[in-house]
């Protein structure tokens, strides 16, 4: 497998949507001349030869301790024995069962308050993807810095970790809020003309944790200095896309992963989504404008959070679907007899009039429970070229 890690430039034209928080102080929490060195890897992502890029989501481990760590919200009959390995037996079923291309983390990922030791916790939660050599990722939610190390701290950490694409920040973004904002471009098919070129565009950002602006209560948000690294990076990306070599008609699509839903999660009822919604949408009590800066980037076709875990719900609004993938983590508050969950993801390519592998037509979506026979639910279109949202029979 072969890994494309794009970085940006700087400087992007303010939107409209953005403006909406100009009054909120940016707190810079990460400068050029502190960011450690990122991880260099000699294998690129890209498409398998059966035109497949396959992402298992992981959301909310809440690991902590390991085996002394008790599970939450489970049947009386699951109480004994069941701890933060039986998290770590999900992943190494799920990788088993979906040999997935890319694992991506989606935040609070140990929990720190009952992590003795955060480095030791993080090394246990990421080891059965690093025991398989997958490539994968993170983003930070708002636990996993409430250990033993500082939010720069975890974030340092995980891009030291092996087989990891994390990336601490954009190293051309030379002043951006949080930790963990970056993107990773997928390449086609490797027999095929668009070896070279990104077919998938895969970005990633720090959610936060909680509001650091004293009017403003609950939690974190995507600011405006990481909206404008987005914005930059989606305008580079997609006229690269339709420039020769191999120029396409039109930019590749691109799926967005944080933690925490935006307040647009909030827009559905049951008569519009796919999934369950038992719970409320704990977004930040503002709206940074972050969906609206994804509309008019043209190229995101899906967002991919946790946080809520008792959600597990995709959604589509004005052309964008809004997904959660469930709660994973054991220790993590869940319901007893609602089995833990993950989501995946697929793009596929489509064939060309020559017979070989061309750009996306399809991403799909579905998940599995942490049952006997991690029973698939749920699956649907998200995208492709002719409709979006149709189930998967």
């Not at 190494?92 to 916790?121: C, H, W, Y």
């Not at 997958?134 to 250990?147: K, Y």
């Not at 404008?228 to 799926?255: C, D, E, I, N, V």
Request: hydrophobic share 40%; glycine share 8%; proline share 5%.
């Amino acid at each position: 497998m072969e890994l494309f890690v794009s970085l940006p430039f700087h400087g992007f034209v303010v939107t409209t949507a953005v403006l909406l928080l100009c009054f909120v102080p940016i707190n810079v929490s990460a400068v050029a001349s502190r960011r450690p060195p990122q991880l260099q890897l000699s294998q690129k992502l890209r498409f398998d030869q059966n035109g497949e890029f396959k992402i298992l989501q992981v959301a909310d481990m809440h690991f902590a301790d390991g085996k002394t760590t008790p599970c939450l919200d489970v049947l009386p009959s699951q109480v004994h024995g069941c701890s933060d390995l039986n998290t770590s037996s999900f992943i190494q079923r799920m990788i088993q069962a979906e040999k997935p291309n890319l694992i991506v983390f989606t935040g609070d990922n140990i929990f720190g308050f009952d992590a003795k030791d955060s480095t030791k916790s993080l090394n246990a939660a990421f080891a059965p993807a690093i025991a398989a050599k997958i490539p994968w990722a993170a983003v930070l939610g708002n636990h996993d810095q409430e250990g033993t190390l500082s939010r720069e701290g975890v974030m340092k950490h995980i891009v030291g970790l092996k087989h990891t694409v994390s990336q601490f920040n954009p190293s051309e973004a030379h002043i951006i809020d949080g930790f963990g904002n970056y993107n990773v471009e997928v390449g086609g098919a490797e027999v095929s003309g668009l070896a070279n070129k990104s077919v998938l565009n895969i970005y990633f950002l720090d959610s936060g944790d909680y509001s650091t602006v004293p009017d403003i209560p609950g939690y974190g948000w995507i600011k405006p200095s990481q909206q404008f690294w987005f914005q930059s990076t989606s305008a580079k990306l997609q006229r690269a896309h339709m420039r020769p070599p191999m120029a396409q008609k039109s930019s590749a699509p691109g799926l967005v992963y944080f933690h925490i839903p935006l307040p647009e999660f909030a827009s559905f009822d049951s008569s519009n989504y796919t999934g369950v919604r038992q719970e409320g949408i704990s977004s930040a009590s503002i709206n940074s404008g972050f969906f609206t800066t994804m509309v008019e980037a043209g190229d995101v076709k899906a967002v991919f959070t946790g946080h809520d875990h008792l959600n597990d719900f995709c959604g589509q609004l004005t052309g964008i679907q809004l997904c959660y993938a469930g709660g994973f983590g054991y220790h993590a508050y869940g319901k007893a007899g609602w089995s833990r969950r993950a989501r995946v993801v697929v793009a596929s390519l489509e064939k060309t009039v020559k017979g070989d592998w061309g750009a996306v037509k399809s991403i799909k979506t579905w998940k599995r429970l942490d049952d006997r026979y991690l029973t698939a639910v749920d699956g649907q279109v998200l995208w492709s070229k002719n409709s979006a949202g149709k189930r998967r029979n």
